[in-house]
């Protein structure tokens, strides 16, 4: 199986693989960064490509989801060391885990306080792979952590119409422009839209207010202005 590939199989069992490369982590499965790796010849490496591709697959099913770090794990194998889950967990991530409502938890527990403010505060959503991560400089580097979400950790604090634009402001403390045909409700009264950076958003109570009050009799459009926006039911 070409490299490529068996990291999307890797991904698609929720494996994710990173390379640490001038001070940040690196996911191959994303071009732009997949560029930069090559140019790095980590991914040229014989060791690293054996773990890759003939040893970690045989402990998928063992080995718990998140993030791995294939280069020192190679590094110990080389050593001498021979590949056990417990080796293989010494290079681990566990994702950030959010839950129906929006809670944060790492490894069993919720997040809170300074914590969680950092995090929030360095929130970003990867488009090409369709993940949310946390990204902070620590310890002379760029930490990296995706998240596994039950529901998007994004959301929107507030709504401006600006020159005929919506803009969002968000938990991560940056202002967007959403998609104004995508708002859509579920069963749980909860409103969401796409916006232009930050992927899906949940709507907090005052800007979910602020829609509903503009919401026409039927219940199906938005009503600003002249101009109408379509609301969805889902599930």
């Known amino acids: 199986m070409k490299l490529e590939k068996r990291l999307r199989w890797f991904f698609e069992r929720k494996l994710i693989m990173l390379f640490l490369w001038e001070e940040r982590f690196l996911n191959p499965l994303i071009p732009d960064e997949m560029s930069q790796l090559k140019t790095s010849g980590l991914l040229e490496d014989e060791d690293t490509l054996k773990v890759l591709e003939e040893i970690f697959p045989e402990f998928t099913t063992q080995l718990p989801t998140g993030m791995y770090f294939p280069v020192p794990i190679s590094k110990a194998v080389k050593q ?43 929130l970003f959503f990867e488009k090409d792979s369709k993940l949310y991560y946390v990204e902070y400089w620590s310890n002379n580097r760029w930490d990296k952590c995706y998240l596994d979400c039950e529901i998007t950790p994004m959301r929107a604090l507030s709504i401006e119409i600006a020159q005929e634009e919506f803009l ?65 039911y889902h599930e």
């Not at 566990?94 to 914590?115: A, H």
């Not at 403390?173 to 958003?201: A, M, W």
């Not at 709507?203 to 002249?226: C, H, I, Q, W």
């Open 80 to 122: 001498g060391n021979n590949f056990t889950i417990e080796l293989a967990i010494g290079f681990h991530y566990d994702f950030i885990k959010i839950d129906q409502k929006q809670k944060w938890r790492l490894r069993d527990k919720f997040i809170s306080g300074k914590v969680l403010a950092l995090f929030e505060s360095n």
């Open 168 to 232: 969002i402001q968000l938990n991560n403390q940056k202002t967007d422009s959403l998609d104004p045909h995508s708002f859509r409700i579920d069963k749980k009264e909860r409103c969401f839209v796409i916006s232009q950076n930050y992927g899906e958003v949940m709507l907090a109570d005052t800007p979910r207010f602020m829609l509903l009050n503009n919401l026409n009799e039927s219940g199906s459009y938005f009503v600003f202005g002249k101009k109408h926006f379509p609301l969805a």
